[in-house]
């Protein structure tokens, strides 16, 4: 049997939940993560990657016009993909809204996380996921793997130090600050203290977790875009990366 007959992949849940509010007044009858690049939404990027990886359970979370994902993407077979949705009466934050969508994505262990405004075309999807082997046997259980990139313009100083595959909130010799691409493998033993409803942020955990030396990760050079305004929408419009 081949390595690739033995791949299980993990489920993989997309971020859709936020109301895009820099992204007004395109957001006010559209979800941010419906919103095209080359006639495309961003979700149809993310969903086309994720089944080309090889992965088949995907989650989305929704809010704001939440229905409308739910029209447009159905239940994922135009895909090859099975699509459940998490919807928010509440705003959960990232942290909340993974709590409540891990009964839906019942992970073995380690699953994947994607922020569905971030445009990320041609993202090896294939090759994180096979850093799960070496997370699964890690002594010291890692609790999230992050995928770092160069810090944007608009966030010039970055989220985290990453030295070799270690991420850390403080600074080390020869450790280079990046930001968080909003692409990441998470264990839920992170999210065991939440309660399912109530709202929490992600980087608090992750600074607990850093501080036990359990987040690691990598960088990334390739082509990424957090698409937080209608300027850099049309940018991404016009160019032909």
């Known amino acids: 049997m081949t390595a690739a007959a033995n791949f299980n992949p993990p489920p993989c849940l997309l971020l859709a939940a936020g109301r895009g509010e820099r992204m007004r007044p395109l957001t006010d009858e559209m979800p941010k993560p419906l919103l095209a690049i080359h006639n495309k939404s961003l979700l149809d990027w993310h969903l086309e990657a994720l089944a080309k990886a090889g992965i088949k359970n995907v989650v989305i979370n929704h809010a704001w016009l939440g229905e409308k994902i739910e029209d447009a993407l159905r239940d994922g077979s135009q895909f090859g993909l099975q699509i459940r ?18 009964p839906l994505m019942n992970p073995l262990d380690y699953f994947l996380v994607v922020n569905g405004d971030v445009f990320c075309p041609n993202f090896p999807i294939a090759q994180l996921l096979e850093k799960l082997a070496a997370l699964r046997s ?60 109530v709202p929490a942020k992600l980087a608090p955990l992750l600074r607990d977790a850093m501080k036990q030396n359990r987040v690691s990760g990598e960088k990334y050079t390739g082509p990424w875009h957090d698409v937080g305004t209608p300027q850099r929408l049309q940018e991404l419009n016009a160019a032909n990366e």
């Open 85 to 102: 949705y998490s919807p928010e009466v509440v705003a959960l934050e990232t942290a909340g809204g993974i709590c409540k969508a891990l």
């Open 138 to 197: 890690a002594p010291n259980q890692v609790l999230a793997y992050l995928v770092m990139v160069p810090n944007p313009p608009q966030h010039p100083n970055g989220d985290f130090y990453l030295k070799s595959s270690h991420v850390s909130d403080h600074p080390s010799d020869e450790a280079e600050k990046l930001t968080f691409s909003g692409i990441g493998l998470y264990h839920p033993d992170l999210f065991r203290g939440l309660e399912i409803g």
